[in-house]
Protein backbone atom coordinates (compact mmCIF):
# COMPACT_ATOMS: atom_id res chain seq x y z
CA UNK A 1 0.00 0.00 0.00
CA UNK A 2 1.43 3.36 -0.64
CA UNK A 3 1.84 5.67 2.16
CA UNK A 4 -0.87 8.21 2.60
CA UNK A 5 -1.52 10.30 5.36
CA UNK A 6 -4.78 12.27 3.52
CA UNK A 7 -7.87 11.83 5.95
CA UNK A 8 -11.46 12.60 4.11
CA UNK A 9 -12.56 14.28 7.35
CA UNK A 10 -11.38 16.23 10.22
CA UNK A 11 -13.79 14.57 12.34
CA UNK A 12 -12.08 11.41 11.78
CA UNK A 13 -8.18 12.91 11.85
CA UNK A 14 -9.46 13.85 15.63
CA UNK A 15 -11.43 10.80 16.21
CA UNK A 16 -8.86 8.98 18.85
CA UNK A 17 -7.75 12.34 20.29
CA UNK A 18 -8.48 11.85 24.29
CA UNK A 19 -9.50 13.19 27.36
CA UNK A 20 -6.49 15.28 29.63
CA UNK A 21 -4.29 15.54 26.26
CA UNK A 22 -1.99 18.17 25.42
CA UNK A 23 -2.48 20.48 22.20
CA UNK A 24 -0.42 22.42 20.51
CA UNK A 25 -2.84 24.85 18.58
CA UNK A 26 -1.20 26.07 15.83
CA UNK A 27 -1.62 30.02 14.65
CA UNK A 28 -1.05 33.34 16.10
CA UNK A 29 -3.49 36.12 16.03
CA UNK A 30 -5.36 36.23 12.87
CA UNK A 31 -7.80 34.05 11.43
CA UNK A 32 -5.48 32.97 7.99
CA UNK A 33 -3.46 31.48 10.72
CA UNK A 34 -5.75 29.46 12.49
CA UNK A 35 -6.82 25.48 12.34
CA UNK A 36 -9.56 26.41 12.25
CA UNK A 37 -11.49 22.93 11.16
CA UNK A 38 -9.46 20.72 13.13
CA UNK A 39 -10.53 23.26 15.54
CA UNK A 40 -13.84 22.62 15.00
CA UNK A 41 -13.29 18.93 15.32
CA UNK A 42 -12.61 18.79 18.62
CA UNK A 43 -15.08 20.99 19.79
CA UNK A 44 -17.52 18.54 17.88
CA UNK A 45 -16.10 15.50 19.56
CA UNK A 46 -16.51 17.05 23.11
CA UNK A 47 -13.45 16.02 24.22
CA UNK A 48 -12.17 17.30 27.58
CA UNK A 49 -9.53 18.00 30.59
CA UNK A 50 -7.36 19.14 27.77
CA UNK A 51 -4.15 21.29 28.08
CA UNK A 52 -3.62 23.54 25.62
CA UNK A 53 -0.41 25.91 24.25
CA UNK A 54 -0.72 28.57 21.89
CA UNK A 55 -0.05 32.20 21.94
CA UNK A 56 -3.34 33.53 22.43
CA UNK A 57 -6.27 31.73 24.36
CA UNK A 58 -8.42 33.05 21.85
CA UNK A 59 -12.04 34.39 21.38
CA UNK A 60 -15.54 32.88 22.43
CA UNK A 61 -18.02 32.43 19.45
CA UNK A 62 -20.14 35.85 20.19
CA UNK A 63 -16.82 37.68 20.31
CA UNK A 64 -15.84 36.47 16.75
CA UNK A 65 -19.23 37.09 15.71
CA UNK A 66 -18.93 40.68 16.99
CA UNK A 67 -15.61 40.99 15.81
CA UNK A 68 -17.04 39.59 12.13
CA UNK A 69 -19.75 41.80 12.11
CA UNK A 70 -17.73 44.86 13.22
CA UNK A 71 -15.18 44.08 10.38
CA UNK A 72 -12.71 45.57 13.08
CA UNK A 73 -9.39 46.71 11.00
CA UNK A 74 -9.22 45.92 7.24
CA UNK A 75 -8.73 42.31 7.34
CA UNK A 76 -11.80 40.16 6.93
CA UNK A 77 -12.61 37.49 8.98
CA UNK A 78 -14.08 34.58 6.99
CA UNK A 79 -16.92 32.73 8.16
CA UNK A 80 -15.25 29.47 8.70
CA UNK A 81 -12.90 31.14 11.27
CA UNK A 82 -13.12 29.22 14.36
CA UNK A 83 -11.24 30.37 17.12
CA UNK A 84 -9.14 28.41 20.12
CA UNK A 85 -11.48 30.19 22.57
CA UNK A 86 -14.11 27.89 21.51
CA UNK A 87 -12.63 25.12 23.45
CA UNK A 88 -12.16 27.52 26.59
CA UNK A 89 -15.53 29.07 26.14
CA UNK A 90 -17.08 25.04 25.81
CA UNK A 91 -15.25 24.24 29.49
CA UNK A 92 -12.98 21.54 27.07
CA UNK A 93 -9.86 23.22 28.46
CA UNK A 94 -8.11 22.73 32.05
CA UNK A 95 -5.24 24.46 31.86
CA UNK A 96 -3.59 26.98 29.28
CA UNK A 97 0.40 27.31 28.11
CA UNK A 98 0.23 31.05 26.52
CA UNK A 99 1.93 33.99 26.15
CA UNK A 100 -1.47 35.81 25.83
CA UNK A 101 -3.66 34.51 27.95
CA UNK A 102 -5.85 37.89 28.37
CA UNK A 103 -5.45 40.82 26.40
CA UNK A 104 -4.12 43.68 28.39
CA UNK A 105 -7.47 45.81 27.38
CA UNK A 106 -10.53 45.67 26.12
CA UNK A 107 -12.61 42.58 26.16
CA UNK A 108 -12.43 39.63 28.27
CA UNK A 109 -11.68 36.63 26.54
CA UNK A 110 -13.62 33.32 27.44
CA UNK A 111 -9.89 31.64 29.32
CA UNK A 112 -9.70 35.05 31.72
CA UNK A 113 -13.32 34.46 32.53
CA UNK A 114 -12.87 31.05 33.31
CA UNK A 115 -9.36 31.74 35.44
CA UNK A 116 -11.03 34.48 37.74
CA UNK A 117 -13.23 31.78 38.40
CA UNK A 118 -10.51 29.17 39.38
CA UNK A 119 -11.77 26.89 36.68
CA UNK A 120 -8.55 26.91 35.17
CA UNK A 121 -4.65 26.98 35.50
CA UNK A 122 -2.35 29.50 33.16
CA UNK A 123 1.39 28.65 32.97
CA UNK A 124 2.53 31.95 31.61
CA UNK A 125 5.55 31.86 29.18
CA UNK A 126 6.76 34.47 26.96
CA UNK A 127 6.70 33.24 23.52
CA UNK A 128 9.99 33.18 22.58
CA UNK A 129 10.60 30.61 25.68
CA UNK A 130 7.27 28.95 24.14
CA UNK A 131 8.55 28.47 20.79
CA UNK A 132 11.94 27.14 21.90
CA UNK A 133 10.46 24.74 24.36
CA UNK A 134 8.25 23.41 21.29
CA UNK A 135 11.05 23.46 19.19
CA UNK A 136 13.08 21.45 21.18
CA UNK A 137 10.29 18.31 21.86
CA UNK A 138 10.46 18.26 17.97
CA UNK A 139 14.52 18.02 18.28
CA UNK A 140 14.75 15.63 21.01
CA UNK A 141 16.21 18.52 23.55
CA UNK A 142 15.01 17.86 27.29
CA UNK A 143 15.59 21.32 28.34
CA UNK A 144 17.58 24.28 27.69
CA UNK A 145 18.95 27.66 29.69
CA UNK A 146 17.86 31.08 28.13
CA UNK A 147 18.40 34.09 29.46
CA UNK A 148 14.91 35.63 29.10
CA UNK A 149 12.62 35.74 31.98
CA UNK A 150 15.16 35.40 34.71
CA UNK A 151 14.05 38.01 38.02
CA UNK A 152 10.47 37.80 36.60
CA UNK A 153 7.02 35.77 37.54
CA UNK A 154 7.78 33.10 34.43
CA UNK A 155 11.49 32.28 35.81
CA UNK A 156 9.65 31.45 39.54
CA UNK A 157 10.19 28.30 40.97
CA UNK A 158 12.78 27.49 37.78
CA UNK A 159 16.63 26.37 38.18
CA UNK A 160 19.19 29.52 37.00
CA UNK A 161 22.28 29.26 36.60
CA UNK A 162 25.17 31.50 34.91
CA UNK A 163 26.55 31.43 31.52
CA UNK A 164 29.35 33.67 30.53
CA UNK A 165 28.55 35.31 33.46
CA UNK A 166 25.28 36.24 32.89
CA UNK A 167 21.92 34.03 34.46
CA UNK A 168 19.85 31.73 32.37
CA UNK A 169 16.46 29.89 33.47
CA UNK A 170 16.04 26.22 32.82
CA UNK A 171 12.89 25.34 30.56
CA UNK A 172 11.61 22.35 29.38
CA UNK A 173 10.76 21.07 26.20
CA UNK A 174 6.64 21.09 25.59
CA UNK A 175 6.52 17.26 23.83
CA UNK A 176 2.01 17.77 23.24
CA UNK A 177 0.08 14.47 22.78
CA UNK A 178 -1.21 16.69 19.53
CA UNK A 179 -0.26 19.16 17.20
CA UNK A 180 -3.16 20.74 14.90
CA UNK A 181 -1.60 23.26 12.67
CA UNK A 182 -2.44 25.12 9.48
CA UNK A 183 -0.62 24.79 5.89
CA UNK A 184 -1.33 25.61 2.71
CA UNK A 185 0.14 22.76 0.18
CA UNK A 186 0.51 19.01 1.23
CA UNK A 187 1.35 15.88 -0.52
CA UNK A 188 0.30 12.56 0.71
CA UNK A 189 3.50 11.88 2.45
CA UNK A 190 3.09 14.68 4.67
CA UNK A 191 5.48 17.51 3.27
CA UNK A 192 4.05 20.95 3.99
CA UNK A 193 4.44 24.33 2.90
CA UNK A 194 3.01 27.75 4.46
CA UNK A 195 1.54 30.57 3.21
CA UNK A 196 3.70 33.48 4.41
CA UNK A 197 2.79 34.54 7.78
CA UNK A 198 0.66 31.68 8.61
CA UNK A 199 3.90 29.35 8.99
CA UNK A 200 4.45 31.01 12.68
CA UNK A 201 3.77 28.84 15.18
CA UNK A 202 2.55 25.98 12.87
CA UNK A 203 5.37 25.08 11.16
CA UNK A 204 6.99 25.80 15.00
CA UNK A 205 4.78 23.20 16.23
CA UNK A 206 4.98 20.14 13.48
CA UNK A 207 6.59 17.25 14.57
CA UNK A 208 6.59 18.32 18.56
CA UNK A 209 3.69 15.99 19.66
CA UNK A 210 3.43 12.27 19.18
CA UNK A 211 0.62 12.85 16.25
CA UNK A 212 1.10 16.23 13.95
CA UNK A 213 -2.33 16.49 12.22
CA UNK A 214 -1.85 19.63 9.09
CA UNK A 215 -5.08 21.54 8.10
CA UNK A 216 -4.30 22.55 4.14
CA UNK A 217 -5.30 24.42 1.37
CA UNK A 218 -4.42 21.57 -1.29
CA UNK A 219 -3.27 18.67 -1.52
CA UNK A 220 -0.90 17.87 -4.43
CA UNK A 221 0.82 15.12 -5.88
CA UNK A 222 4.01 13.79 -5.26
CA UNK A 223 6.80 15.58 -6.33
CA UNK A 224 5.13 18.52 -6.89
CA UNK A 225 6.38 20.32 -3.87
CA UNK A 226 10.08 21.77 -4.48
CA UNK A 227 11.59 19.98 -2.36
CA UNK A 228 13.91 23.18 -1.98
CA UNK A 229 11.32 24.81 -0.55
CA UNK A 230 9.62 22.31 1.41
CA UNK A 231 8.97 23.81 4.89
CA UNK A 232 8.09 20.65 7.06
CA UNK A 233 9.52 17.50 5.93
CA UNK A 234 6.78 14.45 6.37
CA UNK A 235 8.08 12.80 9.09
CA UNK A 236 6.77 15.41 11.27
CA UNK A 237 3.49 15.05 9.58
CA UNK A 238 0.86 12.20 10.42
CA UNK A 239 -2.29 13.46 9.11
CA UNK A 240 -3.51 15.62 6.66
CA UNK A 241 -7.06 16.52 5.88
CA UNK A 242 -8.22 18.92 3.48
CA UNK A 243 -10.42 22.40 3.84
CA UNK A 244 -13.28 22.09 2.31
CA UNK A 245 -14.24 24.04 -1.21
CA UNK A 246 -17.12 25.82 0.09
CA UNK A 247 -16.66 27.52 3.61
CA UNK A 248 -18.72 25.54 6.61
CA UNK A 249 -20.41 28.16 8.19
CA UNK A 250 -20.88 26.54 11.90
CA UNK A 251 -18.45 24.71 13.33
CA UNK A 252 -21.47 21.98 14.61
CA UNK A 253 -21.48 20.60 10.97
CA UNK A 254 -19.77 17.26 10.88
CA UNK A 255 -16.65 18.04 8.39
CA UNK B 1 1.50 70.21 42.23
CA UNK B 2 -0.03 71.90 39.01
CA UNK B 3 -1.00 69.40 36.48
CA UNK B 4 0.04 71.32 33.44
CA UNK B 5 -3.04 70.39 31.59
CA UNK B 6 -3.05 73.37 29.06
CA UNK B 7 0.53 72.39 28.34
CA UNK B 8 1.22 71.05 24.56
CA UNK B 9 1.64 67.27 24.18
CA UNK B 10 3.25 65.22 21.45
CA UNK B 11 0.24 63.05 20.01
CA UNK B 12 0.45 59.53 19.08
CA UNK B 13 1.83 60.15 15.33
CA UNK B 14 4.40 62.75 16.39
CA UNK B 15 5.85 60.70 19.29
CA UNK B 16 6.36 58.07 16.46
CA UNK B 17 8.46 60.82 14.04
CA UNK B 18 10.47 61.56 17.03
CA UNK B 19 11.19 57.97 17.43
CA UNK B 20 11.89 57.42 13.82
CA UNK B 21 14.74 59.93 13.84
CA UNK B 22 16.25 56.76 16.06
CA UNK B 23 16.39 54.47 13.09
CA UNK B 24 19.43 54.56 10.77
CA UNK B 25 20.14 53.08 7.34
CA UNK B 26 20.86 49.29 7.97
CA UNK B 27 19.69 48.62 10.86
CA UNK B 28 17.11 45.43 12.21
CA UNK B 29 14.05 46.97 14.01
CA UNK B 30 11.21 45.90 15.31
CA UNK B 31 8.45 47.12 16.46
CA UNK B 32 6.42 46.63 19.56
CA UNK B 33 1.89 46.80 19.62
CA UNK B 34 0.64 50.30 19.61
CA UNK B 35 2.56 53.62 19.17
CA UNK B 36 5.46 52.11 17.85
CA UNK B 37 3.77 50.51 15.13
CA UNK B 38 3.18 53.88 13.82
CA UNK B 39 6.93 54.33 13.40
CA UNK B 40 8.20 52.52 10.29
CA UNK B 41 5.33 55.31 8.46
CA UNK B 42 8.27 57.99 8.95
CA UNK B 43 10.94 55.60 7.41
CA UNK B 44 11.15 56.64 3.77
CA UNK B 45 12.09 53.91 1.56
CA UNK B 46 15.25 55.46 0.18
CA UNK B 47 16.26 54.70 4.11
CA UNK B 48 17.09 50.84 3.73
CA UNK B 49 16.11 49.30 6.95
CA UNK B 50 14.86 45.87 7.67
CA UNK B 51 11.60 46.00 10.18
CA UNK B 52 11.13 42.40 11.90
CA UNK B 53 7.70 40.96 13.70
CA UNK B 54 7.68 38.04 15.63
CA UNK B 55 5.34 36.65 14.43
CA UNK B 56 7.58 35.90 11.32
CA UNK B 57 9.03 38.17 8.79
CA UNK B 58 11.87 40.06 8.47
CA UNK B 59 12.27 43.06 6.31
CA UNK B 60 8.37 44.10 5.55
CA UNK B 61 7.40 47.00 3.88
CA UNK B 62 4.56 49.85 4.88
CA UNK B 63 1.52 49.31 6.96
CA UNK B 64 -1.47 48.74 4.02
CA UNK B 65 -4.10 50.77 4.64
CA UNK B 66 -6.27 49.88 1.17
CA UNK B 67 -8.77 46.93 1.72
CA UNK B 68 -8.19 46.00 -1.40
CA UNK B 69 -4.42 45.43 -1.68
CA UNK B 70 -4.91 43.58 2.04
CA UNK B 71 -2.57 39.96 1.86
CA UNK B 72 -4.23 38.29 5.20
CA UNK B 73 -1.00 36.08 5.36
CA UNK B 74 0.85 39.28 5.23
CA UNK B 75 0.49 40.74 8.86
CA UNK B 76 2.81 42.30 11.73
CA UNK B 77 2.44 41.34 15.01
CA UNK B 78 -0.72 43.19 15.98
CA UNK B 79 -2.59 41.84 12.71
CA UNK B 80 -1.98 44.74 10.24
CA UNK B 81 -1.32 43.95 6.59
CA UNK B 82 2.30 44.74 5.65
CA UNK B 83 3.87 45.34 2.31
CA UNK B 84 5.96 42.59 0.81
CA UNK B 85 9.25 44.52 0.09
CA UNK B 86 12.14 43.07 -1.94
CA UNK B 87 14.42 41.16 0.46
CA UNK B 88 11.98 40.09 2.99
CA UNK B 89 11.76 36.54 4.13
CA UNK B 90 9.15 34.24 6.30
CA UNK B 91 10.11 32.39 9.16
CA UNK B 92 8.70 30.29 11.71
CA UNK B 93 8.24 31.35 15.42
CA UNK B 94 10.58 29.36 16.72
CA UNK B 95 13.13 31.24 13.98
CA UNK B 96 11.87 34.46 14.56
CA UNK B 97 12.58 34.28 18.02
CA UNK B 98 16.20 32.73 17.57
CA UNK B 99 16.84 35.68 15.42
CA UNK B 100 15.48 38.11 18.92
CA UNK B 101 17.40 35.80 21.24
CA UNK B 102 20.53 35.63 19.16
CA UNK B 103 21.01 39.21 19.28
CA UNK B 104 20.62 40.27 15.97
CA UNK B 105 17.92 43.14 16.34
CA UNK B 106 19.86 46.22 16.78
CA UNK B 107 16.84 48.15 17.99
CA UNK B 108 13.29 47.24 19.53
CA UNK B 109 10.90 49.85 19.93
CA UNK B 110 8.42 48.61 22.62
CA UNK B 111 5.11 50.56 24.28
CA UNK B 112 5.23 50.30 28.48
CA UNK B 113 3.11 51.51 31.40
CA UNK B 114 6.07 51.79 33.52
CA UNK B 115 9.85 52.75 33.02
CA UNK B 116 12.17 52.72 35.68
CA UNK B 117 15.29 54.46 36.64
CA UNK B 118 16.97 51.74 36.55
CA UNK B 119 15.67 50.83 33.08
CA UNK B 120 13.01 47.85 34.62
CA UNK B 121 10.62 47.79 32.31
CA UNK B 122 6.68 47.05 33.31
CA UNK B 123 4.47 46.55 30.45
CA UNK B 124 2.61 43.83 30.34
CA UNK B 125 0.87 43.70 33.26
CA UNK B 126 -2.13 46.32 33.69
CA UNK B 127 -2.99 47.70 37.32
CA UNK B 128 -6.27 45.17 38.37
CA UNK B 129 -6.01 41.92 35.97
CA UNK B 130 -5.54 39.02 37.49
CA UNK B 131 -2.77 38.02 35.04
CA UNK B 132 -1.40 40.27 32.53
CA UNK B 133 0.17 38.88 28.97
CA UNK B 134 3.28 38.56 28.54
CA UNK B 135 3.60 38.09 24.80
CA UNK B 136 6.60 38.31 22.82
CA UNK B 137 8.04 41.64 24.78
CA UNK B 138 10.08 39.35 27.35
CA UNK B 139 12.69 37.95 24.48
CA UNK B 140 13.19 41.59 22.69
CA UNK B 141 13.77 43.36 26.26
CA UNK B 142 16.23 41.12 27.51
CA UNK B 143 18.13 40.56 24.02
CA UNK B 144 17.90 43.08 21.65
CA UNK B 145 20.75 45.62 21.34
CA UNK B 146 18.68 48.66 22.27
CA UNK B 147 15.65 48.64 23.63
CA UNK B 148 13.39 52.28 23.36
CA UNK B 149 10.46 52.76 25.13
CA UNK B 150 7.32 55.12 23.47
CA UNK B 151 4.67 56.06 26.00
CA UNK B 152 2.89 58.92 26.89
CA UNK B 153 4.77 60.78 30.20
CA UNK B 154 1.73 60.24 32.32
CA UNK B 155 -1.24 57.89 32.91
CA UNK B 156 -4.26 59.03 32.11
CA UNK B 157 -4.97 60.21 35.58
CA UNK B 158 -2.10 62.02 35.75
CA UNK B 159 0.35 59.47 37.46
CA UNK B 160 3.73 59.55 36.20
CA UNK B 161 5.06 56.51 34.30
CA UNK B 162 9.15 57.10 34.61
CA UNK B 163 9.33 55.84 38.64
CA UNK B 164 12.52 55.82 40.52
CA UNK B 165 11.12 52.21 41.18
CA UNK B 166 8.66 50.85 39.44
CA UNK B 167 5.51 49.31 41.35
CA UNK B 168 3.86 46.94 38.62
CA UNK B 169 5.48 43.12 37.93
CA UNK B 170 8.73 43.64 35.53
CA UNK B 171 9.20 42.31 31.94
CA UNK B 172 12.41 42.58 32.26
CA UNK B 173 15.29 44.19 34.55
CA UNK B 174 17.33 47.32 33.40
CA UNK B 175 16.97 47.02 29.76
CA UNK B 176 15.49 49.88 28.72
CA UNK B 177 18.30 53.00 27.14
CA UNK B 178 15.96 55.80 26.45
CA UNK B 179 12.25 56.53 26.67
CA UNK B 180 10.22 58.75 24.24
CA UNK B 181 6.95 60.76 26.02
CA UNK B 182 5.04 63.17 24.76
CA UNK B 183 6.74 65.81 26.36
CA UNK B 184 10.74 64.51 26.26
CA UNK B 185 13.28 62.14 25.72
CA UNK B 186 14.95 61.18 28.57
CA UNK B 187 17.85 58.44 28.75
CA UNK B 188 18.98 55.97 31.04
CA UNK B 189 22.48 55.81 32.06
CA UNK B 190 24.77 54.01 34.39
CA UNK B 191 24.56 57.47 36.30
CA UNK B 192 20.55 57.63 36.29
CA UNK B 193 18.26 58.87 34.19
CA UNK B 194 19.39 61.91 32.13
CA UNK B 195 16.97 64.81 30.25
CA UNK B 196 17.83 64.78 26.64
CA UNK B 197 15.33 66.17 24.89
CA UNK B 198 12.34 68.87 25.92
CA UNK B 199 9.10 69.97 24.39
CA UNK B 200 8.53 73.83 23.54
CA UNK B 201 6.44 75.02 25.90
CA UNK B 202 7.86 73.03 28.95
CA UNK B 203 11.02 73.67 31.26
CA UNK B 204 13.32 70.93 32.34
CA UNK B 205 12.26 71.85 35.58
CA UNK B 206 8.07 71.66 34.79
CA UNK B 207 8.88 67.92 33.07
CA UNK B 208 11.02 67.52 36.55
CA UNK B 209 7.84 68.33 38.46
CA UNK B 210 5.47 65.81 36.39
CA UNK B 211 8.17 62.69 36.93
CA UNK B 212 8.39 60.15 39.87
CA UNK B 213 12.27 59.35 38.88
CA UNK B 214 15.09 62.23 39.38
CA UNK B 215 16.61 63.35 36.06
CA UNK B 216 19.40 65.11 35.35
CA UNK B 217 19.46 67.91 32.97
CA UNK B 218 22.83 68.11 31.38
CA UNK B 219 23.77 71.71 29.54
CA UNK B 220 23.32 70.26 26.59
CA UNK B 221 19.59 69.64 26.84
CA UNK B 222 17.75 70.61 23.61
CA UNK B 223 14.29 71.43 22.24
CA UNK B 224 12.23 68.37 21.30
CA UNK B 225 12.36 68.58 17.18
CA UNK B 226 10.28 66.56 14.55
Known amino acids: MPVNKVFDTFDAAVADVVDGSMIHVGGFG ?8 LIAALARSGVSGLTLTGNHSGFSEDQLKMMKDANLGIIKYPDDYVSPGLLVQRGQVAKGIYAF ?27 GSLAERIRAARAGIAAFYTPVGVGTVV ?16 EHALKADVSIIRAH ?21 AGAAHLTIAEVDEVVEL ?33 | ?24 EGMIVNLGMGIPMLVSAFVEPEREVMFHTENG ?23 QPVERAPGMSFMSHDDSFALIRGGWIDVTMLGSLQVGANGDLANYHPPGKV ?29 SKIMQQVDLPITAPTCVSRVITDIAVVDVTPDGLVLREVLSGWTPDEVQQVTDAELTVPDDVVELSL
Open chain 1, 30 to 37: TAAEYPSY
Open chain 1, 101 to 127: PVLNRGLEVPFETLLNEGKVELELIGQ
Open chain 1, 155 to 170: AEGKEVRDFDGRPHVL
Open chain 1, 185 to 205: KADRYGNLVYKGTARTFNATM
Open chain 1, 223 to 255: GELDPECIVTAAPYVQRVVVRPATMSTSWETPC
Open chain 2, 1 to 24: MTNFEDKPRLDEWSMAMRASQDVR
Open chain 2, 57 to 79: IIGYGRVIDDADAVDPNCVNAGG
Open chain 2, 131 to 159: VGSIGGAQDLAYCAKKVVVLMTHRTKSGA
